[in-house]
């Protein structure tokens, strides 16, 4: 889109601009007067939010480095919020790597996870803690092995890479906040413990900072950040409040049993979305039939469920909630920290977590969230 052109102050593009964190990071830094924001989504559709602002948006495809380089052309710093299967994960991270490096982008900002480490992470865990791929979701691998193909691909110091890492990242449009009051509405609330376990909480608001620190602290280059909120914050913390709001209290949350975990299996067929066999092919495509296709391979592809190994007290199997990144998640006991982000960022997370919650309950009642279900 051509608009006139601003002062010159630094553009910075936001890959994944249509996402939850993307949009908000377009949001606060479009308020900005010190830097311009270049929001690049993958479909016209996927501006549907993006459009009532007036930006300079592009519409790439994020799986290939030659059109994503022509939309990153002028941006001095790339935010990469965007997702995939886990596949397309760990090529988006080197295909992002090529874009900034053939398109002159002098700072790439990678939206990693504390996942990388686990969601039920041993104490002492901080950016220090060797990684590995042996996770039991597909998930935290792919986000470990991305981290590890920019390591790989930064060696020639054509592009600065900073990665952050954050936990539960909430707040309007969230899908935590979002499950949370849909869960409530529907009667199969669940915890772990009475919610004991640590929730690495980091408000949505509170990563955009952290983002545009990376994006201009010089001494970040070639670091990785743990990044979260300033309150050490429990699950009850996160989810009563999300109860009481809509009327319920500690009692409607099913306790249930802590179970092995079963460790997911990663799709065999994702990998082929990524070869230029399979991007020929589906240019020839029209879209509707691509949907069904992908509709259909899903379903054969995945397997049967495991039983459940979960079950609530008085409930039925069938309205269990807790996914196995929700137990993981509970089961934590370790606050992770972000010194480092402290002391090389300069971060300090500007929105208190109860302030943030207040905000996303907001949201709940602007959203109609947390409405009894209707059959
Ligand atoms: N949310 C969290 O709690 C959290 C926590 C830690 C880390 N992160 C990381 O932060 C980043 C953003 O997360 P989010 O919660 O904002 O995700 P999100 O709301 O699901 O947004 C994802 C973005 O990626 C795009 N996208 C999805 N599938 C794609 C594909 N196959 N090819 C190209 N683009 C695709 C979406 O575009 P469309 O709108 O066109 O679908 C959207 O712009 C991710 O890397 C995530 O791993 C998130």
Redesign the pocket.
């Known amino acids: 889109m051509n608009l006139p052109s601003t002062p010159a102050v630094p553009r910075f593009a936001v890959v994944?601009?249509?996402?939850?964190?993307?949009l908000r990071t377009v949001e606060l830094l479009s308020d900005r007067t010190d830097c311009a924001v270049v929001p690049v989504?993958?479909?016209a559709?996927?501006l549907a939010v993006l459009a009532r602002q007036r930006l300079d948006w592009r519409i790439a495809g994020?799986?290939a480095p030659a059109p994503l380089a022509a939309a990153l052309r002028g941006c001095s710093v790339c935010i990469h919020?965007?997702?995939?299967?886990a596949a397309?994960i760990v090529h988006m991270a080197e295909v992002a790597y090529r874009a900034c490096a053939a398109g002159g982008v002098r700072r790439l900002v990678w939206?990693?996870?504390?996942?990388v480490h686990g969601q039920d992470c041993a104490p002492g865990t901080d950016e220090a803690s060797p990684l590995h791929d042996r996770h039991p979701l597909v998930y935290n691998n792919a986000?470990v092995r991305a981290e590890r193909r920019l390591a790989r691909l930064a060696r020639d110091r054509r592009v600065e890479v900073v990665v952050l890492r954050?936990?539960?990242?909430f707040g309007p449009r969230?899908?935590?906040i979002a499950d949370a009051a849909a869960d409530l509405a529907a009667g199969r609330a669940a915890w772990l413990d009475g919610g004991r376990g640590v929730c690495n909480s980091i408000y949505v608001d509170n990563l955009v900072e952290a983002i545009r620190l990376a994006a201009t602290v010089p001494a970040a280059a070639g670091e990785a950040f743990l990044v979260g909120d300033a309150e050490t914050v429990t699950w009850a913390d996160l989810l009563l409040p999300i109860a009481a709001h809509l009327g319920r209290n500690a009692t409607v949350f099913h306790e249930v049993a802590t179970a092995a975990i079963t460790p997911e299996r990663e799709s065999r067929f994702a990998a082929l979305t990524l070869t230029p066999a399979y991007a020929r092919l589906t240019a020839l495509v029209p879209a509707r039939a691509k949907r069904l296709a992908k509709a259909l391979a899903a379903a054969w592809a995945t397997p049967p469920p495991p039983p459940n190994p979960w079950s609530f007290r008085g409930a039925p199997a069938a309205k269990s909630r807790l996914t196995t990144e929700l137990t993981l998640l509970q089961r934590c006991r370790w606050k992770l920290p972000h010194a480092k982000a402290s002391r090389i960022l300069g971060y300090n997370p500007p929105v208190p977590f109860a302030e943030g919650l207040r905000r996303s309950l907001a949201w709940v009642d602007f959203a109609g969230l947390g409405r009894p279900p209707t059959t």
């Open positions: 994944g601009a249509s996402g939850f964190i993307g989504v993958r479909t559709a996927s994020l799986l919020a965007a997702i995939g299967d397309q939206l990693s996870s504390a996942s986000k954050p936990g539960v990242v969230s899908r935590w």
